[in-house]
Nanobody, 118 residues
């Protein structure tokens, strides 16, 4: 069974940096797109950044110019710089995983709380 294991997050000072990591565990063939989304209280879940197997990156407007994302076969790392209280949210890892049988499924992590203090 495939699971996404997230690490990082917690309480961060404004103007500081956030580091998140996510690992795909279990039995799978390959991971296509993987990355991060976030949901602030009272708001819809929004894209932070994703990266494909060919290192094509897509990001949300809220982090443009202040993030870095990288990956290998089964892990993805995200750094967001110059944090503000508006970055406070639950951050979710997401991965499009192909099983050994050739089927695709979209997986989500449990979410990790990030709180930016001013």
């Amino acid at each position: 069974q495939v699971q996404l294991v997230e690490s990082g997050g917690g309480l961060v000072q404004a103007r500081g940096s956030l580091d998140l990591s996510c690992a795909v565990s279990g039995i799978f063939f390959r991971v296509f797109v993987m990355g991060w989304y976030r949901q602030a209280p009272g708001k819809q879940r929004e894209l932070v950044a994703t990266i494909t197997r060919d290192d094509i990156i897509n990001s949300g407007d809220s982090v443009k110019g202040r993030f870095f994302i990288s990956r290998d076969r089964s892990t993805v790392a995200l750094r967001v710089n110059n944090l503000t209280p508006e970055d406070t949210a639950v951050y979710y890892c997401n991965a499009d995983v192909e099983t050994p049988h050739g089927s695709h499924r979209d997986y989500w992590g449990q979410g990790t709380q990030v709180t930016v203090s001013s």
